[in-house]
T-cell receptor, first 113, second 113 residues
Framework: DAKTTQPNSMESNEEEPVHLPCNHS???????IHWYRQLPSQGPEYVIH???SNVNNRMASLAIAEDRKSSTLILHRATLRDAAVYYC??????????????FGKGTHLIIQP | DGGITQSPKYLFRKEGQNVTLSCEQN?????MYWYRQDPGQGLRLIYY???????QKGDIAEGYSVSREKKESFPLTVTSAQKNPTAFYLC????????????FGPGTRLTVL
């Protein structure tokens, strides 16, 4: 799987929007972009995924650059419960198989009240 | 409620002993996965299975073994050959129908004394 680069940590204020960046300059045409988050001592939780177009769901929005070499996870109004480690992951589904995800160290998001 | 169950939450073993971690899912998912997480690190893939009676090695399979005799169960055995078994172990599942989300269990924290 292609590699992603994320800042080690970010800090934001409660009730403000948060933009979490991810660089993936070696992304291939069949790589999907996934975001997961993990609270301390818990399993990761799926947030969102996309291929080329921007995506929205109840948790967040995913903005994908036109050249697909970077993406941004947007939390529209952060709450204290959004404090977690956020992972940006690329997964190649060209073969149609489900062969696991490669997690980096992610971004530790700190929310100030 | 559908989900993934891992037991126990905490497990202590003496060095040199094999130990089996349980993972059960009632989501009717075809694919199941085992990951390992060390403090401050991302998850690393140990083994995965896309169908009953079949499984593949992940990035760090040495010292581990798995079985997939039933669709809903994917136990992981940490053998005495695993040099640093103390870690947080996470099980996940996903439907094998494309780039869908992985659902994670609550994890088992294994400590080898």
């Amino acid at each position: 799987d292609a590699k992603t680069t994320q800042p080690n940590s970010m800090e934001s204020n409660e009730e403000e929007p948060v933009h979490l960046p991810c660089n993936h300059s070696t992304i291939s045409g069949t790589d999907y972009i996934h975001w997961y988050r993990q609270l301390p001592s818990q399993g990761p939780e799926y947030v969102i995924h996309g291929l080329t177009s921007n995506v929205n769901n109840r948790m967040a929005s995913l903005a994908i650059a036109e050249d697909r070499k970077s993406s941004t996870l947007i939390l529209h109004r952060a709450t204290l419960r959004d404090a977690a480690v956020y992972y940006c992951i690329l997964s190649d589904w060209a073969g149609g198989g489900a062969d696991g995800l490669t997690f980096g160290k992610g971004t530790h998001l700190i929310i100030q009240p | 409620d559908g989900g993934i169950t891992q037991s126990p939450k905490y497990l202590f073993r003496k060095e040199g002993q094999n130990v089996t971690l349980s993972c059960e899912q009632n989501l009717n998912h075809d694919a199941m996965y085992w990951y390992r997480q060390d403090p401050g690190q991302g998850l690393r893939l140990i083994y995965y299975s896309q169908i009953v009676n079949d499984f593949q090695k992940g990035d760090i399979a040495e010292g581990y073994s798995v079985s997939r005799e039933k669709k809903e169960s994917f136990p992981l055995t940490v053998t005495s050959a695993q040099k640093n078994p103390t870690a947080f172990y996470l099980c996940a599942s996903s439907p094998w129908t494309g780039p869908s989300e992985q659902f994670f269990g609550p994890g088992t924290r294994l400590t080898v004394l």
